[in-house]
């Protein structure tokens, strides 16, 4: 049962425009979320949080939503760069602690010149 | 700055064979963990460690054992190796706290034939 869920396996968009990522989850304990991006051949890289306490996180071109009576949230990327192109994981925790983290599979972004 | 290092990046091995995976971090993190990452899938925590001298099952702990002795060092053992077990290994750390996301190695990729 995955409680962690990215229902898009890819998303191309192209240069200069928004990527929006999306993520769904399903365990009412999950109060702490995460994205990472992932370049082939490297491990994950910490990208952007947001606790549960609230509903928007900005840094740079990167800003995540939580709507949590949704169970959702989302990724934007504006504008997008060639660079950006990498997998996407959603990940989630409970109780206030960082470990113990579940992922979602990943979507691959590619951001065309 | 080497931050977290695995080792070996690549390894073949022949169902029965036992290895050792090395992680290595130089950040004092407190804790570390590693998943395996199959085709498809998002990661899965096999084994984390909450401070040196500790260890606990994660979410596929099956076939794998796991020591901390040193803080800097987390080691995953494969006692007799299994087909199932071709996958790559993602060592990462953290510190305690909410906000602390985890590091991430580059990954070891293992087959087993």
């Known amino acids: ?113 | 700055n080497a931050g977290v290092t695995q080792t070996p990046k690549f390894r073949v091995l022949k169902t029965g064979q036992s290895m050792t995976l090395l992680c290595a971090q130089d950040m004092n993190h407190e804790y570390m963990y590693w998943y395996r990452q199959d085709p498809g899938m998002g990661l899965r925590l096999i084994h984390y460690s909450v401070g040196e001298g500790t260890t606990a099952k994660g979410e596929v702990p099956d076939g794998y054992n796991v020591s901390r002795l040193k803080k800097q060092n987390f080691l995953l053992g494969l006692e007799s190796a299994a087909p199932s077990q071709t996958s790559v290994y993602f060592c990462a750390s953290s510190d305690p706290g909410i906000n602390q996301p985890q590091h991430f190695g580059d990954g070891t990729r293992l087959s087993i034939l």
């Open chain 1, 1 to 113: 049962d995955q409680q962690v869920k990215q229902n898009s396996p890819s998303l191309s968009v192209q240069e200069g425009r928004i990527s929006i990522l999306n993520c769904d989850y399903t365990n009412s304990m999950f109060d702490y979320f995460l994205w990472y991006k992932k370049y082939p051949a490297e491990g994950p890289t910490f990208l952007i949080s947001i606790s549960s306490i609230k509903d928007k996180n900005e840094d740079g071109r990167f800003t995540v939503f939580l709507n949590k009576s949704a169970k959702h949230l989302s990724l934007h990327i504006v504008p997008s760069q060639p660079g950006d192109s990498a997998v996407y994981f959603c990940a989630a925790s409970a109780g206030g602690s960082n470990y113990k983290l579940t992922f979602g599979k990943g979507t691959l972004l590619t951001v065309n010149p």
